[in-house]
């Protein structure tokens, strides 16, 4: 099973993240699955109580683990492509 990209997968400290579940950066997304964990983790991420570092783990988690579904969504948020 091919797990190629998954390594490149930024690091929770990367911007990026924070950008994305803030609501900073709104890509569009193709994977159904990855809008609506989105739009979960984007309402948690802004709790005042949020554990923002576990909000962020979990959408690492989910580009790991659906990277085949997802690669094209991950594509565009971290190598620029259609922006």
């Excluded at 990209?5 to 924070?18: L, N």
């Excluded at 979990?58 to 997802?70: C, G, K, V």
């Amino acid at each position: 099973m091919g797990m190629a990209g998954v390594t490149d997968i930024p690091p929770p400290a990367d911007g990026r993240w924070h950008a994305l579940l803030s609501g900073q950066s709104r890509p569009t997304y193709k994977c159904l699955a990855l809008r609506i964990l989105m739009i979960r983790l984007t309402h948690a991420y802004q709790r005042a109580d949020a554990d923002r570092a576990a909000l962020i783990e979990e959408l690492r988690s989910f580009f790991r683990d659906n990277f085949r579904f997802a690669q094209d969504d991950f594509a565009a948020i971290f190598r620029g492509v259609a922006r």
